[in-house]
């Protein structure tokens, strides 16, 4: 879910913080996106007709789909990018995964009602409820991007908050997600629709945390409060509060505590025990690895080992998979990306000759069918151009 309307209140209230942009202006840039997040996007977006992805055996193949020509696109604009995968979800989620099994569990049955009087519209509602990225589906992606020579990172627990981390650490420029709560988690820059169909043509958005701040007139405490008070994954929300509402009581109000000892209780029940500074405190403090533990490196693909995995093992198109592959080559092969000056090393001036050093340039500011495998009952669609152990990376 992310934070509850937050995307709407940044619109209203501070729209100079969102940038529309392009991927090409990423050029040079690393950018830890968050895998679990996408793969749920890549796993719901071929629902349109009420038929998933699969290949010729009846294997799902949508996540793979969707990793392999992301990757490509991202890459092939010069963007290095980190995928960052969910490891093990903090106890706070308990109940908002609890709730989320629950509304499966009733979607399965509205979902069989549907198909009987031929809703079409609530049949793909209720497909979409049942999408679920499991452990499988995770460690494929996870080799796919093995075999392209592409890293990868296992968070300790959520990874919106330690592709956040990275970027606080100077690993990343940002974090490419849909779930807002990656500013929650202090990320200075999110980029949304990174990792969206190139034929939903739909710009990027580059949201700036430091200008949502500024312009909210609050502290980066105070935002927490306020993405709490608006409803996030790790407690239930107050009934009866809205966005207005709750960016005005935290702007009156200071905090949480404020919030509280001011509210009319019978008109804005509270939960009861609500967890609201244990919440605080892990947005504040999530479960995360520390940058300067964390190395990434972008090797060679392996050619044969794509072919045999995707082809022979999944069955892709072996002709559109081998065009993806020497692109994939032909990117290895230019070189390394030309890095941005200031992001990536430090200018130092030459004794003889000292020269200043070049600031860093300025930037503007849960449908993927392109492969041999078989949707059912539809036809393909065009291809789309802090943890003390040391982490493990995939290449």
Known sequence: MGIKDLSKLIQEHAPAAIKESEMKNYFGRKVAIDASMALYQFMIAIRGDGDVLTNETGDVTSHLMGMFYRTIRMLDNGIK????????????????????????EGAEKDLEEAKEVGEGEDVEKFQRRLVRVTKQHNDEAKHLLKLMGVPYFEAPSEAEAQCAQLVRDGKVFATATEDMDALTFGSSILLRHMTFSEAKKMPILEVHLSKVLEDFGISHDQFIDLCILLGCDYCDSIRGIGPKKAFDLIKKHENLEGVLANLDKKKYPVPEDWPFEVVRQYFQKPEVTPGTDVTFKWEEPDEAGLIAYLCADKGFAEDRVRKQVDKLKKMKQAGPVQSRMGDFFKVIPSEAKPKPVIPAASDSKKKDTDSGSKRKGAPAEKKSASASKKPRCGR
């Open 81 to 104: 990018p980190v995928w960052v995968f969910d490891g093990k979800p903090p106890e706070l989620k308990s109940v908002t995964l609890a709730k989320r099994k629950e509304r499966r």
